[in-house]
């Protein structure tokens, strides 16, 4: 099939979505069928046979995309929106797949331009808290999703809750949970895992505790500091390893833990 491919998330960067966007066309890609990728216009270029990569303009010259809505990715997914259409008056898709908030796009193309549309759903709008604006703007983000739920074709889950949501909104929707893929197709080499492991520990008996990701509210990133600072007082064996944020978050998170005295 020929499928137009929606990411409304910088592609590719080392963080969830754009990891299992990556994975998803390789997949589709390994398939047989023929992708034109639409992303953002932020991201390192990333070569994947049978998959043209194209971006919107950058026309508010912005070099970084938080994660979740904000003001820059709603001017972006506009720039998106009007691409899409072309491309799809164009070459006449099959599929239009959207990604999160694309999965709008997608409808609204579909309408347009014809095709079936698949509408992957990585994150639970209700998991972003914050402040006024951020609950108003989830509430509508909300309501764009369940207007998108209504009208796809089919629904992809990153989590089986994922495709329930979807299938709580529309019971006769095919609502499928589809995992991810490991972020490294390289298996661990045992030497090399036991090096890195004598460079954490204190003690043999030590335990060590991982955490690999970014740190966005959804995570559940305060509770696990917080719990850090309790097990590091009540279990001496618990060494946290943390590996994830960007430079301004990780200094305001080792001050915390100075704060709390588990900086070690």
């Not at 309408?111 to 604006?133: I, Q, W």
Request: glycine share 8%; with cysteine; aromatic share 8%.
């Amino acid at each position: 099939m020929k499928i137009l491919f929606l990411c409304p998330q910088p592609f590719f960067t080392w963080r969830g979505s754009p990891i299992r966007v990556g994975f998803d066309l390789q997949a589709l890609a390994d398939l047989g069928h023929a992708l034109d990728v639409l992303v953002m216009p932020i991201g390192e270029d990333r070569e994947i046979p049978g998959v043209r990569l194209m971006r919107v303009p950058n026309v508010i010259r912005v070099k970084s995309l938080p994660i979740g809505p904000s003001p820059a990715k709603a001017i972006l997914d506009l720039f998106l929106f009007f691409k899409a259409v072309r491309l799809a008056r164009k070459n006449r898709y099959d599929v239009i797949h959207g990604v999160e908030e694309a999965g709008a796009i997608a409808v609204m193309v579909s309408r347009l331009a014809g095709g079936r549309v698949v509408y992957e759903k990585h994150s639970d709008p209700s998991s972003y808290r914050g402040g006024v604006v951020k609950s108003t703007v989830m509430w509508f983000y909300r309501k764009v999703e369940r207007f998108t739920i209504r009208r796809a074709d089919a629904v992809i889950g990153t989590g089986p809750a994922l495709a329930e949501q979807a299938r709580a909104v529309n019971p006769d929707i095919p609502a499928y949970h589809i995992f991810d893929t490991a972020s490294s197709l390289v298996k661990a080499d045992p030497d090399r895992t036991a090096e890195a492991r004598a460079g954490l520990i204190r003690n043999a008996e030590d335990v060590l505790i991982t955490y690999v990701g970014s740190f966005a509210s959804y995570q559940g990133i305060d509770l696990m500091f917080d719990a850090i600072v309790h097990v590091a007082r009540t279990h001496p064996a618990a060494r946290f390893v943390v590996i994830g944020g960007t430079p301004d978050e990780i200094a305001d998170r080792t001050a915390w833990l100075r704060e709390h005295g588990a900086e070690d």
